[in-house]
Nanobody, 124 residues
Framework: QVQLVESGGGLVQAGDSLTLSCAAS????????MAWFRQAPGKEREFVAA???????NYADFVKGRFTISGDNAKNTVYLQMNSLKPEDTAVYYC??????????????????WGQGTQVTVSS
């Protein structure tokens, strides 16, 4: 069992940066594949980025070069550094964890644990 708590969301302007944090409790997050998803109003939840074994990362095409996922084993925390934010990045961002770590998981139903979400709003 693992509990996930996101933080760091907020209202920013286009071109700004923001860092989201996901604190994991219960078990060491390095035992999980950790991911960020997002969901905009009226849209399905979509994959943003994932990290496995604390170092292997994968990204959705629409965030490559702008977002960076990373983890801090000592703090049991995963981060999503978001640069050059665009209005279309506006969404609720969710942290997720899966016990499957051998392959990249981009489907939301592959993840076992979810945080409550944090709102990111990017104004133009």
């Amino acid at each position: 069992q693992v509990q996930l708590v996101e933080s760091g969301g907020g209202l920013v302007q286009a071109g700004d940066s923001l860092t989201l944090s996901c604190a994991a409790s219960g078990r060491t997050f390095s035992n999980y594949q950790m991911a960020w998803f997002r969901q905009a109003p009226g849209k399905e939840r979509e994959f943003v980025a994932a990290i496995r074994r604390s170092s292997f990362s994968n990204y959705a095409d629409f965030v490559k070069g702008r977002f960076t996922i990373s983890g801090d084993n000592a703090k049991n925390t995963v981060y999503l550094q978001m640069n050059s934010l665009k209005p279309e990045d506006t969404a609720v961002y969710y942290c997720a964890a899966s016990t499957m770590i051998r392959v990249v998981l981009a489907a939301a139903n592959a993840y076992d644990y979810w945080g409550q979400g944090t709102q990111v709003t990017v104004s133009s």
